[in-house]
């Protein structure tokens, strides 16, 4: 039986390092090829060896397809590409094309240049890698080869997330990456068509969660920050570069434009500038509000957000700071934390998940002691690097940090919350759904809700190096002719409904590689062929005393009486008919008394009548 195998070496039963290889009609496709925020080691990139232990990836992959930029799905692209090798092609959308060699270039800056770590990807790697990107249009069915097709749907989330149905032949898989199905004050809803594939890999990240309303929490966001101003304290809010971050900034904005608010509101530089160009560009992948009020105003052209110079961070008084990455794990966010932390009067606001092991994680578990988080940053007093780890150029210390600052958690992740899922498999219809990029507990509840209020559906949550094997039951599509179609209909036979399958009569014509069902009579004359009837025979024994005439006429008398509904006929030749069916006495030769009624039918008519008992009535 025909089956597709899913395999995480990412995000199975965890969030981050998102890489789902799949398996479809002897097809093996790469979903993503992400890092994991929490690892400093080898941890960090995906096992490759589960796909081959020596030699490069190109002979096992067919194509490699990355749903959008975040580095947890795109981040160990170049890794994979040109330190372990592939050479096939990297499917992405126009605007994840154009800003993933960027994040990957921040990413290896903050490695390389800053922590110093050797074994990894060049900035030539990313160029090189990036040239073997093949871009997406949304709703265009691409064909990989032959057999394999692609198409990308809207996502949300961020700017150019898809999620990306893959077929082969008459078997297909859906994959979400990350989406989020509440449109924002950028971005419009994740939309997909019936298209009921045989599985649905869906994110989990917010499993057990279902949100407030969007309103209240940006009125309680904005109460926080315009309090803690008011008191005259600092605001610090990580961010990615784009995404949340262009979906605050709209917000403080025009918070601040309605107030007259002075207090200086900064983002980081450097990846701000380009964030936003790519949005001016790529406008028709907003908001239909963004989209219609474009001409007149430019949405990412901020008025009160101002550049951030890392001076200002020792600046008295109040100010708000939008600072990547978003999860306290490096960077400068992470600076600007540590000289904040020691002030109650300030304020860090968490709006998105945080991966296990960062700093932001630590935060919000209530750690207010940030000791073990900053043994690998430089500060002043050296201490010797902990047993068995060695990087040359990087210089220990012991830096203990209170955290007295206030920490507050807002949920404006653009991932769909739970009640988000359940809607899209509604959208979707799949056979299967297979939960990834959750946490275990998380995905167990959902799992369980799922199969409960899906009857049928079966939910799937592997976790890394675990394959899921999922039986499929490829069905063959027929075209069926309108006259058929209208035949049946004026039998009263029900309408087509593919929910409600039904047996269809006809002759079917395999024509260009493509199934065709028509009336026999079309058949014949499509096909220029002579009809050929086939008749059936039965004979039933019946003990009559009379001579074969007289149990002839017996039996032509006795079925007009029975079947008034029917034409019966009483031949010259000494045969009786009922509509197309002949019926023919004669004598056993062993007894006189003993009648054999020959009964002969064509397939075309299921007789309408049945000689029952073993004598005529007298």
Known sequence: MPEIKVTPLGAGQDVGRSCILVSIGGKNIMLDCGMHMGYNDDRRFPDFSYITQNGRLTEFLDCVIISHFHLDHCGALPYMSEMVGYDGPIYMTHPTKAICPILLEDFRKITVDKKGETNFFTSQMIKDCMKKVVPLNLHQTVQVDDELEIKAYYAGHVLGAA???????????VYTGDYNMTPDRHLGAAWIDKCRPDILISESTYATTIRDSKRCRERDFLKKVHETVERGGKVLIPVFALGRAQ?????????????????PIYFSTGLTEKANHYYKLFITW????????????????FKHIKAFDRSYADNPGPMVVFATPGMLHAGQSLQIFKKWAGNEKNMVIMPGYCVQGTVGHKLLSGQKNMLDCFLFILCPTPIAPPAGLSMPGISFSKYSLEVKLQVEYMSFSAHADAKGIMQLIRMAEPRNVMLVHGEAKKMEFLKDKIEQEFTGISCFMPANGETTTIPTNPSVPVDISLNLLKREAA?????PDPKKPR??????????????LVSPEQALKELDLNEHQLRFTCRVQLQDPY?????????YNHLKSVL??????????????VESIVLKVSSSAEDPNTKVVLLSWSYQVTPGCTIQGSQLPH
């Not at 605050?248 to 207090?263: D, G, Q, S």
Request: aromatic fraction near 6%; charged fraction near 25%; hydrophobic fraction near 35%.
């Open 247 to 263: 979906e605050l900034c709209i917000l403080l904005e025009t918070f601040w434009e309605r107030m007259n608010l002075k207090a």
């Open 503 to 516: 047996t269809m009569h006809g002759t079917l014509i395999m024509k260009d590689s493509s199934l065709r």
């Open 547 to 555: 001579s074969d005439t007289d149990t002839l006429s017996r039996v």
């Open 491 to 495: 039998f009263g036979g029900p309408l």
């Open 564 to 577: 008034k509904g029917y034409t019966v006929q009483h031949l010259p030749d000494g045969t009786v008919m």
């Open 286 to 301: 907003t908001n239909q509000k963004i989209r219609k009020t474009f001409v007149q105003r430019n949405m990412f052209e």
């Open 163 to 173: 999620m990306v149905q893959i077929k082969v032949g008459s078997e297909s898989v």
